[in-house]
């Protein structure tokens, strides 16, 4: 049934058109991810580790086992449930990550009724000062990659730097499992403002949230719990109303079937912090039971 109803969405982009009502013998869909599509990481300094490889992309499947790295700017996870996620009234699927307060990392995020075609969702910061549309980075791959060492990278703006490496994580940055063994990784979407700055009260670094909008982001929304699911906590909201195509013009979607999380920031915080780098620890979906 639930493949029929891909093949359904795909032939009509129309939940209408599918009958998803479950017979007796139906164990029903489950409300968490079903399958990580690919996860493709910027260099980072969980990357390689528990939180930053393949068995960390597979611990984000079936419920909330852990979470998943993806990196500097650019680097994301795609996923998917064993159902269509439809747009319902309000939120139609959350996203866990590990943010608190003083520690957002935000992601953003895009959605796919086919795999192919993307729109992302809007959040608060479209058209902020700061927000960079089109942005693009090429990080390279260094000389060696025993073990940790700073990552080239260029932008298309002009400028340069490098994901650089912090005292206690020592293993390489450079993520070392990707097919075809790539020795340059590019990255393409919108770059949000820098949110990071030296908390004299705090003395620590703090990554201030942004109003709405983002994954692994210490928003309001966070700790709202949707309907009466008190598995939708530590999560952030995501309402399909909200996304736009590459133009920024709103589109209609009743239903999608991927979604995408990429770390948008490109920004050093500062020692003791490193590089931030979005967290996926989960994903559930509001539409299991319909
Ligand atoms: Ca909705
Ligand atoms: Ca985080």
């Given at each position: 049934?639930?493949?029929n109803?891909?093949?359904?969405?795909?032939?009509?982009?129309?939940?209408?058109?599918?009958?998803?009502?479950?017979?007796?013998?139906?164990?029903g869909n489950?409300?968490?991810?079903?399958?990580?599509?690919?996860?493709r990481?910027?260099?980072?300094q969980?990357?390689?580790?528990?939180?930053?490889?393949?068995?960390?992309?597979?611990?984000i499947?079936?419920?909330?086992?852990?979470c998943?790295?993806?990196?500097?700017?650019?680097?994301?996870?795609?996923?998917?449930?064993?159902?269509?996620?439809?747009?319902?009234?309000?939120?139609?699927?959350?996203?866990f990550?590990?943010?608190?307060?003083?520690?957002?990392?935000?992601?953003i995020?895009?959605?796919?009724?086919?795999?192919?075609?993307?729109?992302?969702?809007?959040?608060?910061e479209?058209?902020?000062?700061?927000?960079?549309?089109?942005?693009?980075?090429?990080?390279t791959?260094?000389?060696?990659?025993?073990?940790?060492?700073?990552?080239?990278?260029?932008?298309?703006?002009?400028?340069?730097g490098?994901?650089?490496?912090?005292?206690?994580?020592?293993?390489?940055?450079?993520?070392?499992?990707?097919?075809?063994?790539?020795?340059?990784?590019s990255?393409?979407?919108?770059?949000?403002?820098?949110?990071s700055?030296w908390s004299?009260?705090?003395?620590?670094?703090?990554?201030?949230?942004?109003a709405?909008?983002?994954a692994?982001?210490?928003?309001?929304?966070?700790?709202?719990m949707?309907?009466?699911?008190?598995?939708?906590r530590?999560?952030?909201?995501?309402?399909?109303?909200?996304?736009?195509?590459?133009?920024?013009?709103?589109?209609v979607l009743?239903?999608?079937?991927?979604?995408?999380?990429?770390?948008?920031l490109n920004?050093?915080?500062?020692?003791?912090?490193?590089?931030?780098?979005t967290?996926?620890?989960?994903?559930?979906?509001?539409?299991?039971?319909?």
């Open positions: 049934m639930r493949y109803s891909f093949v359904c969405a795909l032939a009509a982009l129309s939940v209408t058109a599918c009958n998803t009502e479950h017979g007796p013998d139906d164990p489950s409300k968490w991810i079903s399958r990580v599509v690919e996860y990481p910027a260099p980072g969980f990357i390689n580790t528990f939180q930053g490889n393949a068995t960390a992309a597979e611990g499947v079936g419920g909330r086992n852990g998943l790295s993806l990196g500097g700017f650019g680097g994301y996870v795609i996923f998917e449930f064993d159902h269509e996620v439809r747009n319902i009234d309000g939120t139609d699927f959350v996203i990550g590990n943010a608190f307060d003083g520690n957002s990392e935000p992601g995020v895009e959605v796919s009724p086919d795999g192919n075609v993307w729109y992302r969702l809007q959040g608060s479209d058209g902020a000062a700061g927000t960079l549309q089109d942005y693009t980075i090429a990080y791959k260094p000389a060696q990659t025993e073990t940790a060492e700073d990552v080239p990278w260029s932008d298309n703006r002009g400028g340069r490098t994901v650089r490496t912090v005292t206690y994580h020592t293993q390489p940055y450079w993520p070392l499992f990707l097919p075809g063994n790539p020795q340059e990784l990255f393409s979407g919108v770059r949000l403002p820098d949110n700055s004299e009260s705090g003395n620590k670094y703090v990554q201030t949230a942004f709405w909008g983002y692994d982001n210490w928003s309001a929304d966070y700790n709202e949707v309907g009466n699911d008190p598995d939708t530590a999560s952030n909201k995501f309402d399909l109303d909200n996304a736009v195509d590459r133009d920024g013009n709103p589109v009743t239903a999608i079937r991927q979604i995408k999380v990429y770390t948008a920004q050093w915080v500062g020692n003791g912090v490193g590089e931030t780098s967290e996926v620890c989960g994903a559930l979906s509001l539409s299991a039971d319909l």
